[in-house]
């Protein structure tokens, strides 16, 4: 079967998003263990379940392009290179941590919404199933973030 340019720009999307969740599963660890401040003990709790969530993600993500046969990135160099979210500076209070997650989020919603629309395109109905599935997950919780940033 020969790559088309369409099939090779789904597997770049794909791939930037295993790059994605491999970065907010290690920034999620990271406001995990540093949060400190009055809301400490919810935030504590939340970051675990976001990251849990987030490898969830990534393992789903990686083994579709892997049933897809393309290879993932699988280091953390070449995920912080295609990565289009930042990684935590390690300077945040526990606002800007939330601030942070609902711009990351928002972020790769938009990306999901292009991915499902390359997917649907090459009638892959799974990867657009997929990243449908994902994206309304990270759309709770943004609407989570954005309440507790009282926006």
Not at 58 to 74: C, K, N, V
Request: glycine fraction near 2%; include cysteine.
């Amino acid at each position: 079967m020969a790559k088309t340019k369409e099939k090779v720009q789904l597997t770049e999307t794909l791939n930037q998003q295993v790059a994605n969740f491999s970065v907010l599963y290690m920034k999620l660890h990271h406001y995990h263990w540093y949060v400190k401040g009055e809301n400490f003990f919810t935030l504590h709790i939340k970051f675990q379940e976001l990251y849990t969530e987030a490898a969830l993600h990534l393992d789903t993500i990686a083994e579709r392009m892997l049933s897809l046969g393309a290879a993932p990135t699988a280091t953390m160099k070449e995920q912080l290179e295609i990565s289009s979210i930042n990684e935590a500076s390690g300077e945040e209070s526990a606002q800007e941590m939330v601030q942070s997650l609902a711009d990351d989020f928002e972020h790769v919603c938009k990306e999901l919404t292009e991915g499902i629309t390359a997917a649907e395109d090459q009638e892959d109905q799974p990867t657009a199933d997929m990243f449908i599935e994902i994206r309304t997950s990270l759309e709770k919780h943004l609407w989570m973030f954005k309440a507790y940033l009282a926006e």
